[in-house]
């Protein structure tokens, strides 16, 4: 059935910040920002399901972004300020075009203007090649939009690995389209300091998170046992400084790789080859502890991991200073919840349960009793 026209809104674009998005105060929002002069741009963060509250914290603190209403926000600052959050998978500049399906922008104006549009955001981007990605990208409005576009952005479609990623989508809360397009060539959880990738190693955004909820303090003498390729110490090193930071991984191809991964951030993080429940540390080395668990499918065994959870919540004790507080990450749930159920001598809160890789790990705070 074809929608009524909506006499309040032009047929092209609502562009940039002209008519910003649906927030009922559109007539008075200023062209320029009167601190930066610059035009503002529509933007919204793609993050984790699950660490959305901690993306928009880490939203809050960016100057100048204004207009937040969850994801999505107005901003008139340089982009890259944004390519340097921590917490989200990426950023996306979005415009919406008051177009009932996707083969509305084919038309000469809305095709111009979205030319435009995306060719802005590659100029700050540098991207060389773009992608769609939207439900029936295979359709043959899909696919002509890609030829126009490849040949008004002179740039190469390719469609599996293109680094401009546009998504469009219906309107949120209207009529139209909504044109998505990643910021950066890369996703932002893809951190340059990863030159080794292990098998089972963490998002990068989750890390971050995890550290923000445990606290970060300068003081802390953090131990990341089972570290892996190093993600937890990595991420922690780049918020700010501590007292010390010590790894340990029972797999030397794992502690290669970690070193390998900080060696490329540019950091020196103690990394060691050792049982993290034999290490011979002394009692209260530590004032935090943060822990990716073997989920016992990718790393470890569930039967493995029934012995080690309890053994490991009993040594993490030990090392931890009075006010120690230990993080941990695990697939492993209603195991991890029933061994915490029958021991006293942690004090438990669930942080948060986010969705990644197809798994959905829990984050726990542990505070000794
Ligand atoms: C889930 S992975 C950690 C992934 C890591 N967070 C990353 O981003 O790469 C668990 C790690 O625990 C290590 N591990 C398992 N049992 C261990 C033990 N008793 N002592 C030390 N490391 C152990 C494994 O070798 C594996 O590297």
Redesign the pocket.
């Known amino acids: 059935m074809p929608r009524p026209a909506r006499p309040a809104r032009p047929p092209a674009a609502r562009s940039g910040a002209d008519r910003p998005h649906g927030t009922g105060r559109k007539a008075s929002r200023p062209k320029v920002d009167h601190r930066t002069r610059q035009k503002a741009h529509e933007y919204e963060l793609d993050a984790l399901s699950g660490l959305e509250r901690v993306a928009e914290t880490e939203l809050a603190a960016v100057p100048l972004a204004r207009d937040i209403r969850g994801p999505r926000f107005w901003y008139p600052g340089d982009p890259e300020r944004l390519t340097r959050m921590k917490s989200v998978v990426a950023v996306y500049r979005i415009q919406t075009w008051d177009v009932p399906r996707p083969r509305g922008l084919l038309g000469n104006q809305q095709l111009g203007e979205l030319t435009e549009y995306l060719r802005s955001v590659v100029e700050v981007g540098g991207h060389t090649s773009f992608r769609l990605g939207a439900a029936g990208k295979e359709s043959s409005v899909m696919q002509r939009l890609a030829e126009e576009l490849q040949q008004g952005l002179n740039l190469p479609h390719d469609p599996e690995t293109g680094e401009l990623l546009i998504r469009l989508r219906p309107e949120l809360d209207g009529p139209g389209w909504d044109v998505l397009a990643r910021i950066t060539p890369k996703p932002l959880s893809a951190r340059p300091w990863r030159v080794c990738n292990?098998h089972?190693?963490?998002n990068?955004t989750i890390?971050y998170a995890v550290h923000k909820l445990a606290g970060q303090r300068d003081v802390d003498r953090i131990f990341?046992?089972?570290?892996?390729?190093?993600?937890?110490l990595i991420e922690r090193a780049l918020m700010g400084p501590s007292d010390a930071m010590v790894g340990?991984?029972?797999?030397q191809?794992?502690v290669d790789?970690?070193r390998a991964n900080i060696h490329a951030a540019k950091k020196d993080i103690e990394v060691a080859c050792?049982?993290?429940?034999?290490t011979g540390l002394p009692a209260r080395s530590f004032d935090l502890v943060v822990?990716?668990?073997?989920?016992g499918d990718?790393?470890?065994s569930h039967v493995?991991n029934e012995v080690?959870y309890p053994a490991?919540l009993t040594e993490m004790h030990r090392l931890t200073s009075k006010q120690g507080r230990l993080a941990v990450?695990t697939h492993e749930i209603r195991m991890f919840e029933r061994v915490l159920q029958d021991q006293q001598k942690w004090h438990a809160q669930e942080l948060l349960q986010v969705a990644s890789g197809g798994h959905h790990p829990k984050v726990y705070l542990l505070h000794r009793r």
Do not use: E, K, Q, R
């Open positions: 292990l089972g190693g963490l990068a890390a990341n046992p089972m570290s892996g390729s190093g993600t937890l340990v991984d029972a797999s191809a794992a790789c970690a050792l049982d993290a429940l034999h822990a990716d668990l073997p989920w990718a790393v470890g493995d080690l490991f990450i």
